[in-house]
Nanobody
């Protein structure tokens, strides 16, 4: 499985951006999908994920501001990010978990989101 993230860039505080992730290869093997982020000097954190059944989970820091979604074929994953704050500045990674794995084992290359005026 290959994951290609896009949509990052520079956005002003309070603004919005939508990240996209295109999945290719053996997408039928994918179960859960999600978005991680890593800010400079900080540990990588799981921002949001969506299970095989469609249940969604969010980090407390983004609840009510971010929305994760995907298409029915699991060939595309999205992250709608609203009311952005400077603390959201990070590299965002699209991830996927194969059905036979206990943790996320497919990672995209990351896309930079910078929130600044």
């Amino acid at each position: 499985v290959q994951l290609q993230a896009s949509g990052g860039g520079l956005v002003q505080p309070g603004g919005s951006v939508r990240l996209s992730c295109a999945a290719s290869g053996s997408i039928s093997s994918i179960s859960d999908m999600g978005w991680y982020r890593q800010a400079p000097g900080k540990l990588r954190e799981l921002v949001a994920d969506i299970t095989n059944s469609g249940s969604t989970h969010y980090a407390d820091s983004v609840k009510g501001r971010f929305t994760i979604s995907r298409d029915s074929r699991k060939s595309a994953l999205y992250l709608q990010m609203n009311s952005l704050e400077a603390e959201d500045t990070a590299v965002y990674y699209c991830v996927a978990r194969a059905r036979y794995r206990a943790s996320y084992n497919f990672w995209g290359q990351g896309t930079q989101v910078t929130v600044s005026s």
